[in-house]
């Protein structure tokens, strides 16, 4: 169906930054293609410019809920459509946008942007459509990054069927949250990132251009787009996607009568045997044990094809750290630096929370070097963690005293890549074990202080019997330290399995072994 029209009013709300920065949440911009370009929602403002470059004859099909804005391969006339913002620094936001494409479309053009590319160093963002079939987020602020990839096996887009995008970015609290088809399948934790609006237009299905080329114009259809200011819940979100599909509303989970939790550093993103290889070997670790909740080291951009591959929640604290979880994630923890330690409370089911820091220490002073090499006095080397890992473990636990104190109402885990062995280790009874050292590691001594529990150590208290020791992992030919563990403090937690985990049926992937740990919950 083809339409000849000119647009006769653009309408957007004109608050200021600090306004939009609140928590409050209004509707700056709607478009839903009723066989017109027009834009709804606050007060009228015109934009010649952009009515000079949207007038043209444009097709529309059946979309979502009437019409939409047909730029398939069927259309004749496949120009982008530019979106007009008066206020364009907006700390907080959110983006709304149906898509749909003929199934087995392949195609890497935008689907909605802000931005003439996709570099590093162009400030804006892009919601994207990847060559597997599935989308893509990005955005910078011209010096910081993000990039969410997920997989076309849980998130597909040319399937022939409508799928709605979002992503909300709150510059105030540092978080970005990605959506699809209503469900919050990812949070990134973007910390001191800037503006990424710009003084640039919105344009809908390709990147920003200023010509009518049609080029690098998404191959689909459009309907339902929205900007609001503020963020909106993922609630709301939810909402927004059961208004057309309302027979896909999820189940809400029951609180589990058992926690599966796993941590691993799964070294340079599990790609260490191969960008391919290497990720699928660590898919087949977890889809073994089949764990509840997971803090994942060295994550390194792999998260998103791990998370998806079982459909988890996946939140990512820094490039290092994520959590995923089969379960819903509520507030964060946003303890120290990003890069060594982070969290997030996690909703088993009727609102019954797990508090989930992951952490990793600094890996100097090197502890063998000091044992095996130079043979440091057992003093000395107690001495030299004050430097690195004991300070950082002193402030991170002083940052986590609110948790702490209510650990009775909300157990907490706290695991993750210590880069420290363990004080319940190098005791007397394992003094030839560990070359006539006996240390108080200070690290793990301190933590134990602050009434946190090491779940392995509880369940195999000798270490002469079964030691547990992580890293090197066991590919290696050497003596295996433990420096990767699941602590836990609160009485709703009770642990009554705890494994190293260092099988594959071809070659385990990583230099870290993983600690598996399971936990009886009573609330």
């Known amino acids: 169906m083809r339409i000849k029209y000119g647009i006769s009013i653009i309408i957007l709300l004109c608050f200021g930054r600090s306004v939009l920065s609140q928590s409050v949440t209004v509707l700056l911009g709607k478009m839903s293609f009723e066989k017109n370009l027009k834009v709804s929602g606050g007060n009228a403002l015109m934009d010649e410019q952009t009515i000079d470059f949207n007038t043209a004859t444009r097709d529309f099909s059946q979309g979502v809920r009437g019409t939409a804005l047909d730029l398939s391969a069927s259309s004749s006339v496949r120009w982008p459509v530019r979106v007009p913002l008066t206020k364009p620094d907006l700390a907080s936001f959110t983006i709304k946008i149906w898509v749909k494409t003929e199934p087995?479309?392949?195609?890497?053009?935008?689907?909605?942007?802000?931005?003439?590319?996709?570099?590093?160093?162009?400030?804006?963002?892009?919601?994207?459509?990847?060559?597997?079939?599935?989308?893509?987020?990005?955005?910078?602020?011209?010096?910081?990054?993000?990039?969410?990839?997920?997989?076309?096996?849980?998130?597909?887009?040319?399937?022939?069927?409508?799928?709605?995008?979002?992503?909300?970015?709150?510059?105030?609290?540092?978080?970005v949250r990605l959506y699809y088809d209503g469900t919050n399948v990812a949070i990134y934790h973007i910390g001191e990132m800037g503006s990424i609006t710009g003084d640039v237009p919105i344009f809908l299905g390709a990147q920003a251009s200023f010509d009518k080329s049609e080029m690098w114009t998404c191959n689909g259809l459009l309907d339902e787009f929205e900007l609001w200011g503020g963020v909106i819940t993922d609630a709301d979100i939810e909402k927004a996607y059961l208004q057309f599909f309302p027979g896909k509303m999820r189940s809400v989970p029951e609180p589990p009568s058992r926690l599966k939790f796993l941590t691993w550093n799964i070294w340079h993103g599990g790609r260490e045997h191969g960008n391919e290889v290497g990720v699928q070997r660590v898919i087949d670790v977890i889809r073994n044990l089949?764990?509840?909740?997971?803090?994942?080291?060295?994550?390194?951009?792999?998260?998103?094809?791990?998370?998806?591959?079982?459909?988890?929640?996946?939140?990512?604290?820094?490039?290092?750290?994520?959590?995923?979880?089969?379960?819903?994630?509520?507030?964060?923890?946003?303890?120290?630096?990003?890069?060594?330690?982070?969290?997030?409370?996690?909703?088993?089911?009727?609102?019954?929370?797990?508090?989930?820091?992951?952490?990793?220490?600094?890996?100097?002073?090197?502890?063998?070097?000091?044992?095996?090499?130079?043979?440091?006095?057992?003093?000395?080397?107690?001495?030299?963690?004050?430097?690195?890992?004991?300070?950082?473990?002193?402030?991170?636990?002083?940052?986590?005293?609110?948790?702490?104190?209510?650990?009775?109402?909300?157990?907490?885990?706290?695991?993750?890549?210590?880069?420290?062995?363990?004080h319940l280790d190098f005791t007397r009874q394992m003094e030839e074990t560990h070359w006539g050292y006996i240390i108080e590691w200070p690290v793990t001594k301190e933590i134990e202080e602050h009434g946190l529990m090491d779940s392995f150590r509880e369940i195999h208290p000798d270490p002469g019997s079964n030691y547990g020791g992580t890293q090197p992992s066991h590919i290696f030919d050497t003596f295996h330290y433990r420096i990767d563990y699941i602590f836990y403090r609160g009485k709703a937690l009770k642990p009554v399995d705890s494994r190293v985990i260092s099988g594959h049926p071809v070659k385990f992937p990583s230099d870290h072994d993983a600690v598996f740990t399971v936990f009886e919950m009573s609330y």
């Open 290 to 422: 089949n764990p509840d909740i997971i803090c994942m080291i060295e994550t390194y951009g792999s998260g998103p094809k791990i998370a998806d591959a079982f459909g988890y929640h996946f939140y990512l604290r820094s490039s290092n750290l994520s959590i995923m979880s089969k379960y819903p994630f509520g507030d964060f923890i946003d303890v120290f630096q990003p890069f060594n330690c982070g969290g997030i409370y996690v909703n088993m089911g009727d609102d019954r929370m797990v508090a989930v820091v992951n952490t990793w220490l600094h890996y100097l002073p090197d502890y063998r070097q000091s044992m095996l090499e130079d043979q440091i006095p057992a003093e000395e080397i107690f001495i030299n963690e004050g430097e690195t890992r004991y300070a950082e473990i002193v402030e991170i636990l002083d940052d986590l005293e609110p948790v702490l104190k209510n650990t009775n109402k909300i157990p907490l885990i706290m695991a993750g890549d210590f880069n420290t062995p363990s």
């Open 104 to 175: 087995g479309v392949s195609q890497v053009h935008a689907i909605a942007s802000n931005r003439p590319n996709q570099a590093d160093t162009t400030m804006g963002w892009t919601l994207a459509a990847q060559e597997n079939g599935s989308w893509n987020w990005s955005a910078s602020d011209g010096t910081v990054s993000f990039e969410y990839t997920p997989t076309f096996r849980r998130q597909p887009i040319n399937d022939g069927r409508w799928h709605q995008l979002a992503f909300s970015f709150d510059q105030d609290n540092q978080k």
